[in-house]
């Protein structure tokens, strides 16, 4: 698993722009908030919680197409099947490469977006554990639906109209400060769903 | 000595039946080139070999082991497809390093790149490459593993006859060695290779 984990890295660190694109991203969302509805402190910061769950859920959605399409479009899925007789090795590796190259980046820009909306230190702590958690489940989910749809090309809006609504439990928890405890939770029951469904659409690909 | 035995292989793809009642029987040194039209299960026929696809009837045998119940097999046989398995935005450089990593071993890049005699793609963007030159250096994993088969899947497609003829000898080098080929392809090789079969 480790040596998956370190080519996906690598992988990103060749192609530098990876680490930064979800962030950059996240952050542009976060910034054209107050063109958009003013700059009025107490509506921000309510505003805030909840549009930042949906920059996280855009940047992982945009992002879905390199956990396994990428791989199966050049051929390289074959050598990591062939050097990994476990699937589910597979599939845990691309859900913390895919975590730490998509997600982490996000949680080093928000400290300084939450200052930007005037967010008191113990609230970026609760938004802190409930993006974690939650943003733990969105690739779950995510990894699932692009095993399904290995293959399968340009469907992007396909694969959000089945990953969105899967989204809407964490997004309703999310902007709740007191419920990562549920976002955890929601985050195991993804992680079995995704296990099971990953590994059967990866050997729906290989046979 | 290394032995592949293929007996009453039977293989559907959905409800298409693919390959049909296939015995062969191939010994160290052997190469053998799979000829077949588009559609006719070349790749198929690779990719069972090679135990990407487990489903079908029959049996294949590797000095006599099921290689379905054999862990090992997998480090046994190199399977080099159509697709190339190298990233368009890195550099032929970069690309080595991933391999590198995926297979545990050392790549002397240069060295690796004078096979094909095109070290001096080292640097190169891969999307900025032909398709002959990415071909090239996708056949340049055949190097980096210990194996005792290789899979070709349409190898000289976009090779060059200088090229074509370093791979033949590459091949041969292999087979001299003991090494087990199967190559599908499209042309006819009759002329290189004796051993031949239509599917």
Redesign the interface.
Known sequence: MLTLLKRDLYLALYSSSSFFYTSSFFALILIILPFLFGINDVQLQVLFKGIIWIGLSLSILLTMERIFNADYEDGNLDIILQQNPSIEIVIISKYISHWIVYCLPLFIVLPMLSFLFDISFDNIFLIFLNLFFGSFGMVFIVTFVSALTLGAKRTIFLKAIIVIPLFIPFLIFGTNLESWPILLALSMMSFVLSMYVSAYGLRLYVE | MNELKIEDLTCYRGDKLVLKDLNMKLKSGDSLVIRGSNGSGKTTLLRVL?N????YNGKILFNDHNVLDD?NY?NCFN?V???????????VK?NL??WE????KNIFYSKLLEDFNISHLMERDVASLSDGQKKCI?LL?LNLTESKIWYLDEPFVFLDEENSQLLIQKIRNFNNKNGIVIITSNINLHNTFTNEIKI
Request: glycine fraction near 4%.
């Open positions: 090679s990407f696809i487990k489903s862990a997998r399977f497809g159509q697709k190339n398995s190298l990233k368009d935005n890195l550099s970069n390093k991933l990593i995926i297979y545990k996708s994993r």
